[in-house]
């Protein structure tokens, strides 16, 4: 028999940040979430605060395609371990309030694969230790330069396993089933579905997600695409976004807020639709959650007929093990490599259809050139 759950506050961050150059500026990121925890907490004393999510990147930051841009020497600078002293300060202030404090992000040195790092997402429990960790799955190659466990899917099923609750992990805990997944994973249905399928009640969804992408009206994405990944899975998805900041190649906007609480419905709780800090309290209730998976009516797992769509997942659309061993992603250019072979593919049997006048080799060929074009006038990296 299970145990009641009672109802907490869960703390959606919206903080300032610095893109640090080496691992001496994490810590004036470090230290201003610190005390983003300790106002969430005092604020929301008089329903505790359970859990606090932080954004992608909170504590070192990221670059992007440009002037500004780092290749793989320049994030190895920053990169951390999981039992570094950065987790240790987000340890104990998990220990001094008996919270979960989960964030994503972190640019992760394993010792297993030490030539590359992972865009890491991770929950602290109130032990003060780590109890999960995740590697994002869907890196979006264009401004994603972290090694997704896909590009070195083989080796990377033989260190850390390769079945679904090894690659989207979920824990059981006091304050309900906690899962976590890190912004562009959020853009498309698969990675929120294993969390689903393996039981999450609550997404901790940290994001660094820029203007461009589609964050404030008319274009809001990031709203209705996650209010689809709350409804379509029955959990609460709390999604975390930079509030501003600091960087020579960045507007102080580039990833406008717009941080938020969602329900196991899908209905928006809390929302934080502008670009600077914030703080939001979300009540989360795993009992009414609970009670609403109960139901037949409009539930959203028990009608899923899954035969239907084996063929879309039987063939690779972006291939496995392109950055194995000895061959880290160097630059975006470089990770954008094998994006060439999938427009081949795509157009190729026939899903994508060319504009007038072009082939299926225009297509693949269309994004060398433009990749080219950007090298040769300095916006991407070649090296």
């Not at 640090?20 to 610190?34: F, Q, S, T, V, Y």
């Not at 997704?148 to 992990?169: R, T």
């Not at 930079?242 to 809390?270: E, H, L, N, Q």
Request: net charge negative.
């Amino acid at each position: 028999m299970t145990k009641k759950v009672d109802k907490y506050t869960a703390l959606v961050m919206q903080p300032h940040v610095v893109v640090a150059e080496d691992k001496d500026g994490i810590k004036e990121n470090l230290d201003r979430a610190m005390n983003m925890i300790d106002f969430g907490v005092g604020y929301f004393w008089e329903l505790p605060a359970k859990l606090a999510v932080f954004p992608e990147y909170f504590m070192q930051g990221v670059t992007t395609p440009g002037k500004g841009e780092h290749g793989i020497e320049g994030f190895m600078k920053k990169a951390i371990t999981a039992d570094g002293p950065e987790m240790e300060v987000l340890g104990k202030k998990a220990q001094e309030y008996g919270m979960y404090i989960a964030g994503g992000g972190m640019i992760e040195q394993v010792p297993e694969f030490p030539d590359r790092w992972f865009n890491t997402a991770f929950i602290v429990g109130p032990s003060g230790d780590l109890v999960l960790k995740y590697h994002k799955w869907h890196i979006p190659a264009s401004i994603g330069l972290g090694t997704s466990p896909h590009d070195i899917f083989d080796e990377y099923k033989e260190v850390f396993g390769g079945d679904i609750k090894d690659l989207f992990p979920v824990i059981d805990t006091e304050i309900g089933k906690l899962g976590t997944m890190t912004c562009h994973d959020g853009c498309t249905p698969e990675v929120s579905r294993a969390l689903g399928y393996n039981g999450a009640e609550v997404i901790c969804h940290p994001v660094a997600l820029q203007e461009v992408e589609g964050v404030s009206d008319p274009w809001d994405f990031w709203v209705f695409t996650r209010r689809t990944r709350a409804h379509d899975n029955m959990a609460y998805v709390l999604g975390s976004n930079w509030g501003t900041v600091d960087y020579a190649y960045y507007p102080k906007a580039f990833c406008p807020g717009g941080s938020f609480g969602i329900d196991y419905t899908g209905m928006m709780m809390r929302h934080a639709p502008y670009p600077q800090e914030q703080v939001l309290g979300v009540t989360i209730d795993i009992e009414s959650l609970r009670e609403h998976r109960s139901r037949c009516n409009h539930n959203t797992w028990v009608d899923v007929r899954t035969e239907g769509f084996r063929q879309i997942y039987e063939n690779p659309i972006y291939p496995p093990n392109q950055f194995p061993s000895g061959k880290p992603p160097r630059t975006l250019s470089d990770k954008m490599g094998p994006v060439e072979e999938v427009f081949r593919d795509l157009y190729g049997r026939g899903q994508f259809t060319p504009p007038a006048g072009m082939t299926v080799e225009d297509m693949a060929q269309q994004h060398a050139r433009r990749v080219k074009a950007a090298q040769n006038i300095g916006t991407l990296k070649r090296e």
